[in-house]
């Protein structure tokens, strides 16, 4: 099931797959729409999950605001997709911008999370080298086009999705390790080895992860999930089906305290 739905008061294209297994909600990353991950990972993801996508406000096939971006309220349109579509708690997996919502959302409404895939996530703006988003770039045309393709508010908008956009990117996010520390639930942490956000960052963003797991892929990009869609699939799925905490024949981060 594909369609508009009333997500905060705003049409919202939300796409439903069905299923019986547990829920999974993907979120796509900035300039991006929900299908690049339902047409990238998610078949590798179907048959044992539900896996449920939405375009957020300005992205996709949902049209845009008058409203600048902030990931605060992509994290209240994903909130209210989780209790209104989904209904109830469900593990999420973000790419990008996707990976940041997937943060605030578990530290907002913990209840609604079970665990988290976060893939080329940065928790502040300051972890992602500098990188070109003219509108000339490769990468912005090809975002542009597939902006073009699916928004209701036609090409003439593109300018203004892309400067609320960069706006937001290096401004947001702001969090801290401490902030991550909060996060309980299991996270896998993915990204590529020559991600635009930087492996120093990405490690800080695992070690503050109470339960954390880290992959760091090889030869892979910030555009990971398209790349090597298959590996980021076997990957997530391998991490939401296994039992928690891993059970490792030499455990350091994972060892238990010996009683004193």
Do not use: C
């Not at 003219?134 to 036609?154: C, F, M, T, V």
């Amino acid at each position: 099931m594909a369609k508009h739905l009333d997500i905060n008061g705003h049409p919202t294209w939300v796409e439903d797959r069905g299923g019986s297994g547990e829920p999974l909600l993907l979120l796509h990353g900035g300039l991006s729409n929900s299908d690049d991950l339902l047409r990238s990972i998610g078949p590798g993801l179907s048959e044992r999950f539900r896996v449920v996508a939405f375009d957020r406000r300005g992205h996709g096939y949902t049209a845009d605001t008058d409203a600048d971006f902030h990931y605060a309220d992509m994290a209240t349109e994903t909130v209210r997709v989780l209790e209104d579509v989904v209904g109830g708690p469900a593990h999420l997996v973000g790419w990008s911008d996707g990976g940041i919502v997937a943060l605030l959302v578990a530290l907002r409404r913990p209840e609604l999370v079970q665990k988290l895939v976060v893939i080329g996530t940065n928790y502040h703006y300051n972890g992602t080298v500098p990188f070109d988003m003219d509108l000339q770039s490769p990468i912005a045309q090809e975002l542009g086009k597939a902006y073009i393709e699916r928004s209701p508010d036609g090409a003439e908008h593109l300018n203004a999705v892309f400067g609320k956009s960069v706006a937001m990117f290096t401004t947001e996010p702001t969090l801290t390790t401490t902030d991550i520390a909060q996060i309980t639930q299991p996270v896998l942490v993915i990204v590529g080895d020559d991600d635009v956000v930087t492996l120093p960052h990405t490690l800080s963003l695992y070690e503050a992860l109470p339960q954390g797991q880290l992959a760091v892929v090889p030869g892979a990009s910030h555009g990971l999930p398209l790349e090597q869609p298959e590996a980021v699939a076997g990957l997530v799925s391998n991490f939401l089906a296994a039992e928690e905490p891993p059970q490792t024949f030499m455990p350091v981060r994972r060892a238990q305290p010996t009683g004193g």
